[in-house]
């Protein structure tokens, strides 16, 4: 079995692309001197740094001087709300910012934190599809507001939003205007110049890169507070030994993911619509979650009724496949998604839906066999439901604590 | 997360499924987690004779469900109102404590089943004793 496993499990982490870790690789041990040494060991390492930004800058149409390393998204996401709301603070600016109520928990939590230190949050609500209520930030935005920061894809549901329409209206109003591009590179073609996006953040192994690596772009000219310290890396703005090797295999992934997007994209798409109506023409009482066009090409949120999503993904498991339920990073806590509970899905449609996300390797070969494998599954986890039909989205939240004692 | 022993029972649970002819039945929510469990009993002369489950919730509440109906049967109904979910616990080995807490919904259902045997019994002797009285 264990050739035959079968990963649909993208949006946590992906594979490394052969060609990346090829390029890598003289960086652990041949070329490895710092890049900020003086020396030609040094300057070796600086240079395919150096490049590694620029095809990073050319991958979202930047100059390579606006894109700064970190450790991944989710620091570059911690990094811009703090730096950007505490640099605010001490040019005595406005104190307010606008997310949503969808966003990673890199920008959740974050925001949480500022709101404990005096900052005012507003979190925007989404339709059914997983998309920004555009009037209602129109509404929120006021003389106050520093930021808006909104992803430019949902990792649960693949919701692709009006990234355009929302840069717009930050623009028109001058706030800066923050996209959280996890998911979205390789998805989306960015020019974050023509586009008029302020700051953007992304990660390595999402597009088959290495993990641990990531970068926030920033336009030049904006105020951010340093994050890190101890080092004068990254234009002294983000202190930390360079992951020479990362950065050169994160610089290769974002080149070839933006270089194959259309024919990428086109074959995911294909393959994921395939997956859709294959399932739900096999399968009874079976929601998409999201918008059918407006989404990921690689994601595939599904709703299971009158079964939970965890049966699903362990049955799935021992038959070899992977998945995950509603995000990878809130299966192992009990709380229901916050994106499913924003986007108003049932609580019981939210706790039977599992993601599958696509990758280069996935086949459709693949998915008739994941598609089999449901079949069987989803019968028999229904016949141990005590949910019935037409309970479906609509569970009675069951009976009263029992009032006898012994 | 789950270990082999509770993934085994998950994969092949016991006693699944509605019971025909059963005389005690408990649906119990988890209103944290929205785990449904409901309980099915066939009780004789205060005694579980048969037990069986259907669940909405995870691996874990799956395979617990599958050991608790296993330790209802021939039991009395004095012992089941004292059901221990720890005793589920120890068969199963141990199980992940972030989520010990929803395995109260199975003990909720075992207390509602048998809250329903009751109010049948009640039912019955009312009946029995209308007919005897006019």
Redesign the interface.
Known sequence: MENNKIYLDNASTTMVNSEVLAEMMPFFNTVYGNPNSLHSFGREAKAAVDNARERIARGIGCKPDEIYFTSGATEANNWVLKGIAYASREAKKGNHIITSKIEHASILETCRELEKDGFKVSYLDVDKYGFVRLDQLLHEISADTILISIMAANNEVGTVQNIQAITNIANEKGVIFHTDATQAIGAINFNVKEMGIDALSLSSHKINGPKGVGALYLKKGINIKKFMLGGEQEKNMRAGTLNTPAIVGFGKAVEIATRDIIANSKKLRTLRDYFIREVQSKIDYVYLNGHSVQRLPNNVSLAFG???G??IL??LD?AGIAVSTGSACES???E?SHVLKAMNIP??LA?GTVRFSLGKTTTKEQLDYVVEQLVDIIKKLR?????SKSQIGN?????K?????? | MYNQKIMNIFKNPQNVGSLRGANAIGYATDFECGDIVKIFLSIEDNIIKQAKFQAFGGAGIIAASSVATKLLKDISIDEALEFDISSVVAELGNFPENKKYCLNVIKDAISLAIEDYYKRQARAAKKEAERNGL
């Open positions: 009158m079964v939970e965890e049966s362990f049955m021992m192992g806590s009990v229901p609580q019981d706790q016949h141990m439901s005590p949910i569970v009675k939240k069951g009976d604590k029992c009032i006898i004692k012994k």
